[in-house]
């Protein structure tokens, strides 16, 4: 999976495609969550965009290839892009897959999910991409514990074209914390936003790390 990772420790990050081309309550990333912004151009049609190149034919070729297989006659002249995290699966070898899915409230009842301390794994998520091209998808993740942030993540996913299909995007490696201190319950804050900043998805959770996998 593409993209840059920039973290200040290493532990669980939460509720994630393509490498091709990369306030609390609010669902706008605030100004300690997110990057300098990249201030884009006025947004045009998927149409405008494939007319625009029309007579340079590598260029037309390979952006009908992003686009897949979108009926550009059938999308409107300018759409927002739809983007929905439809599931988040933890992946550790030797272990089935636990497939979450994610409630459309954003936030899981109860603790969603249980790590083993000292295990390794991978996040995998499907994401659903709808209407427009959605670019520079970026996810964050904040955890805490006992109200102390612990783990302060940011990853660049890419960008998206619409499909009838979702992608499939897996998170890289990692390696939960292990000893008596690590293990407990942790809260923790994903968001994936994309250029412009705006939020498809804020989750909010809890999770543990135990001695041992749940049976």
């Known amino acids: 999976m593409g993209g840059t990772d920039d973290k200040e420790t290493v532990l669980p990050s939460g509720s994630a495609a393509h490498d091709d081309a990369a306030s609390e309550s609010s669902c706008y990333a605030t100004e300690d969550e997110e990057d300098t912004q990249i201030h884009l151009g006025p947004k045009i049609s998927i149409r405008e965009h494939l007319e625009k190149d029309k007579d340079d034919e590598s260029l037309r070729r390979w952006k009908e290839q992003?686009?897949?297989?979108?009926?550009?006659?059938?999308?409107?002249?300018?759409?927002?892009?739809?983007?929905?995290?439809?599931?988040l699966t933890i992946v550790s070898i030797g272990r089935p897959d636990l497939v979450l899915e994610i409630p459309d409230s954003g936030k899981p009842k109860g603790t969603w999910f249980t790590l083993k301390e000292g295990s390794k794994y991978n996040l995998k998520f499907s994401i659903k991409v709808s209407n427009d091209i959605v670019c520079g998808l970026k996810y964050t993740n904040n955890v805490w514990k006992k109200g102390l942030k612990v783990d302060n993540s940011k990853q660049m996913l890419g960008t998206f074209s619409p499909q009838a299909e979702p992608y499939t995007h897996v998170m890289p490696e990692e390696t939960t914390p292990s000893g008596m201190f690590a293990r407990g319950n942790y809260s923790a804050k994903t968001k994936f936003v994309d250029d412009d900043n705006k939020c498809y998805l804020e989750l909010n959770y809890s999770f543990d790390i135990q001695k041992d996998w749940p049976n």
Request: glycine share 4%; hydrophobic share 40%; charged share 25%.
């Open 66 to 87: 992003l686009l897949g297989s979108v009926d550009v006659n059938q999308v409107e002249e300018v759409q927002e892009p739809d983007v929905k995290i439809l599931s």
